[in-house]
């Protein structure tokens, strides 16, 4: 007969209460006779119940059952391995890359070797420093290490994720634009004519097509054919077809290009380290002109809140701004669709139709006194 139980380490605060207890992380011991064989071995997991169904397990087949376990490091160079053969977008595999160097991280501070260690207790520990918007690859690197069988459970399948503040959306006012604008004639002075057209033309372009500041960054002159701006989204894949005003094609002719023909990118670089080199730009633009909270992504919220208000419907804006649902334009537009705007309105004015104290105060009278009517 086999027992487990904990083998606290030196750093536990109930090591002094022995085998007897056995809620906290420390690994989890197996001692006993197997047939015939005396064992007290480490099980290599910290989760109790992995612990026991290893254990019924091999007394079922009155054998020890060996597994070949896979590291946290294995695991990850798998992945990635894989992801790169599947030609994942160079943005995407970053941000693997990025939560594989948090997870190993994590495993050290917390003496973690093997991937079947993560437990969901530790995997709430872990995404409480990864933010929310890592869960969704946390959780798909973990689907393909139990579709792979480098773990016997997938943990992370259940792992809620944390509650987040959204960013709010919030649009550049004519008067911030008029602003902006202006600041972009004083960069003449100092650093040129061309680089003033540049920023102004990138400004506008972010402004009047909805772009992402990475397609803009490496946007071509063959994407633009007759007033209208052709491309697939960097992020996404979406098809995006727009028609852009006449000025802004008229900038964009006589705009100064890159060594290799694109707009605003040199095509000495990676994309990743023009969309940089922008976002410092933007930034010491956004100081000049003295707009607080300014940052590209504010373009693309003004180019489709002015949309909304024009009338245009959510459908057709999710369209525009290349995104793969409507339901992700909605979860940061909704509050500024006008057709919708005007129904609660009206079911607001019906609703004070019914109210005496509305009515009384449209009368001119003071209306209820003390829960009674005033004649």
């Avoid at 006993?32 to 480490?42: A, C, F, H, N, P």
């Avoid at 070949?68 to 693997?96: I, M, P, Q, S």
């Amino acid at each position: 007969m086999l027992t487990i139980y904990r083998r606290h380490r030196k750093a536990c605060s109930r090591r002094a209460d022995g085998r007897a207890y056995r809620r906290c992380q420390c690994p989890v011991w197996v001692d006993g006779l197997l047939g015939g064989k005396e064992i007290r071995q480490s099980l290599r997991l910290r989760d109790w119940q992995k612990a026991q169904a290893r254990i019924r397990e091999w007394e079922a087949k009155d054998r020890i059952e060996q597994d070949v376990r896979a590291t946290v490091a294995e695991a990850w160079n798998r992945f990635l391995a894989d992801a790169e053969a599947r030609k994942l977008r160079a943005g995407t595999l970053g941000k693997y890359k990025s939560l594989r160097r948090q997870m190993e991280s994590f495993a050290v501070n917390q003496r973690i070797k093997f991937l079947d260690e993560f437990s969901l207790d530790t995997l709430g520990d872990f995404r409480a420093g990864i933010g929310g918007a890592a869960l969704n690859r946390l959780r798909a690197f973990f689907r393909v290490a139990f579709e792979r069988r480098w773990i016997p459970d997938n943990p992370a399948r259940v792992l809620r994720p944390a509650k987040i503040q959204r960013r709010q959306t919030m649009p550049f006012s004519a008067e911030e634009m008029g602003k902006i604008l202006g600041a972009v004639e004083g960069y003449a002075q100092y650093a040129g004519r061309d680089y003033a057209h540049r920023l102004r033309s990138f400004v506008l372009l972010l402004r009047y097509s909805g772009m992402r500041i990475g397609d803009a960054a490496q946007l071509k002159p063959n994407r633009i054919v007759n007033g209208r701006l052709f491309l697939y989204t960097q992020k996404t894949g979406q098809p995006v077809n727009i028609l852009l005003p006449g000025f802004l094609g008229r900038e964009l002719v006589t705009c100064p290009r890159g060594a290799n023909g694109h707009f605003f990118w040199s095509g000495a670089s990676t994309v990743k380290t023009a969309v940089s080199l922008w976002q410092r730009r933007l930034a010491s633009l956004f100081r000049r002109a003295e707009v607080k909270g300014g940052h590209a992504h504010r373009f693309r919220d003004t180019f489709a809140v002015e949309f909304l208000m024009a009338g245009g419907t959510m459908e057709q804006l999710s369209v525009l701004l290349g995104h793969s649902s409507t339901r992700i334009t909605e979860r940061h537009y909704a509050p500024w669709v006008e057709a919708r705007q005007q129904q609660l309105d009206s079911f607001l004015k019906r609703t004070w139709a019914r109210d005496p104290l509305a009515l009384a105060a449209a009368r001119g009278t003071r209306g209820v006194h003390g829960g009674k009517h005033v004649n």
